[in-house]
DNA sequence: TACAAAATTGCATAACTTTGCATAAAAGTT
DNA sequence: AACTTTTATGCAAAGTTATGCAATTTTGTA
């Protein structure tokens, strides 16, 4: 029996049971269950089934195809996002990284807003494809899933060609004395181009992010022009970033 | 008797019992099983058959068409997916534009593919990040919403930094006399340079954009290495396709 | 028709796949 | 925490397939 006729049955009386265990089609078949586990894993790469403990069962019907994540947002990222609006003006040139929280400012952006946004973070493609009238430049690079970020010299070469109105960093560390950092190298870098060629720096930071560092400097919160965070601008939690020229909102 | 006949007479049995096997052919037609072997390989690279061990099966037969993915994709796109898997080998780079097409092929790739994907369409970004041995390299520029894919002078300028092993175009009109053709310029230069950095051009064209044009011509059919279709590669609507060199399948 | 060039064939052999078993690692269960 | 079951991995035997080669057949050309 051919391999490909073992598959068929399977998929076969997948479809008629939802669910399949590697005995029952060990002794079906006559071949050893190490056999069908083996047919059973070439399915799964081929994303026909859904393995599990003991066999497979069907597919569950999830495409993971346009992932909104920004959909499961904290509250504390939805704060972020309301101070933020106060700096975007129709009209404008912004440069977004990468992070969450600056998804949710795209997400929370007016439908009508008029804006081009220059960006390496792919999250906020789906978000700003539902805007008519913000025109989205994609900075180029090697992708990083995790991140969801494209990086690597072209990255930082290509925001070099733009000057932006005001430049949202996410994804950073803060800390009074050590300046803004960053976990990955790369993203240091772009980060550095982007502030360069920005004539506003916003950094967001939530609380968590706050007297945090990370391996990789950015810059120092001098060169800094407003910080935002989910906390009351009055907290105490940010007097230590007082007297740094800083806007606290 | 003609090699053509032993070719009728397997594509026939195999119509009849959806598989064939190298012995049984070779007691039938009086020749060795080498020579079966090497006829079934010449319809197989023409997409007539899919190969297994021991013999072949028809391209419905094959599990992998067993489409209950998540892809919401029309058969004829899952067709062109299955046909262009022979042409992608673990360890290559390769090309890839716009187009849904494109994306039902990096929907069924195996999970544990090992490639380098170079593209400006950002449909494929969530597709392909499902698959852990897959790098992504984004080629940037001005995101068009409406194509889903990103164009510009800095796109074809990056393109141009990479040699990959084939290209897979999508999203384009073709003709027999007009050759391959796009909707917009931008995208119409973007795969020229493409074909010019790729070693092998691929191009997948469903039944509808056969023998139809668009305002902006991409190149000369002569250019083409593989024509990818959802028919099958003897059918009537592609005689004027041969003749120029182009392996159809 | 005769000849050279090209294609086709079967064979030998090397490379690769598949399979079931043994064992180690991981995941559940009590 | 100890035990059982299940899964992954490595291995060797058997089987299958690709490749190069030489002999043969076919094709094209003079």
């Known amino acids: 029996m051919l391999k490909e006729e073992r598959f068929d049955h399977i998929i076969n009386l997948l479809k008629k049971e939802n669910k399949v265990s590697y005995d029952q089609l060990a002794g079906e078949l006559h071949v050893s269950e190490d ?41 504390g990222k939805e704060a972020i996002a309301l101070k933020a609006r106060q700096f975007i003006k129709n009209g404008q040139t912004i440069f977004m990284d990468g992070g969450t929280t600056v998804c949710a400012i795209a997400a929370s952006l007016p439908l009508d807003s008029n804006l081009r946004v220059i960006t390496n ?57 050590l300046g803004v950092t960053s976990v990955f190298n790369e993203e240091a870098s772009i980060k550095r181009a982007m502030i360069s060629n920005a004539k506003k720096i916003i ?47």
């Open 35 to 75: 056999t069908i586990r083996r047919d059973i894993d070439a399915l799964y790469q081929n994303g026909l089934l859904s393995k599990v403990r003991g066999g497979a069962i069907t597919l569950a019907k999830n495409p993971l195809s346009f992932q909104d994540r920004s959909s499961h947002l904290s509250e």
């Open 121 to 177: 973070n792919m999250a906020l493609i789906p978000i700003l494809s539902n805007f008519n009238n913000i025109e989205v430049i994609v900075l180029g690079g090697k992708y990083n899933r995790d991140t969801q970020t494209n990086s690597g010299l072209r990255t930082i070469d290509e925001a070099r060609e733009y000057i932006a109105d005001c430049y949202f960093m996410g994804a950073c560390a803060l800390h009074h004395e």
């Open 203 to 249: 950094v967001l930071g939530n609380v968590e992010k706050l007297s945090t560092t990370e391996p990789f400097r950015v810059c120092d919160l001098a060169q800094v022009n407003v910080l935002i965070t989910d906390l009351p601008s009055d907290s105490d939690l940010l007097d230590s970033y007082r007297s740094l020229g800083i806007r606290l909102i």
